[in-house]
Nanobody, 121 residues
Framework: VQLQASGGGLVQSGGSLRLSCEAS?????????MGWFRQAPGKGREFVGS????????YYTETVKGRFTVSRDDAKNTVYLQMNSLKPEDTAVYYC??????????????WGHGTLVTVSS
């Protein structure tokens, strides 16, 4: 299983970015959930947001609610993280992950390599 994240870069405070994560090689079940995590310099990895298998439920950490949106396109095996109103504290390496269960949070089994997002003030 491979998760390829892309879309990171340098953006000014208040700007937007969209991250993408394409999953390949996962053939065990069509009902899996996806999520995004991030790790800022000198800090631990934290949960950002996730989406269930059908795409009708999303979950977010409080600090990004109203600014970030997780979505998925199963035809492309891709999950997205739309990030708006970015702040310098959003600067981090962003990772996507696949949970083998239909609802996210129990088993983040597969991880991508991460993409760097830098927000300048």
């Amino acid at each position: 299983v491979q998760l390829q994240a892309s879309g990171g870069g340098l953006v000014q405070s208040g700007g937007s970015l969209r991250l993408s994560c394409e999953a390949s090689g996962y053939t065990f079940s069509p009902s899996y959930s996806m999520g995004w995590f991030r790790q800022a310099p000198g800090k631990g990895r934290e949960f950002v947001g996730s989406i269930n298998w059908s795409g009708d439920k999303t979950y977010y950490t409080e600090t990004v609610k109203g600014r970030f949106t997780v979505s998925r396109d199963d035809a492309k095996n891709t999950v997205y993280l739309q990030m708006n109103s970015l702040k310098p504290e959003d600067t981090a390496v962003y990772y996507c992950a696949l949970d083998i269960y239909a609802e996210p949070g129990s088993a983040w089994t597969f991880w991508g390599h991460g993409t760097l997002v830098t927000v300048s003030s």
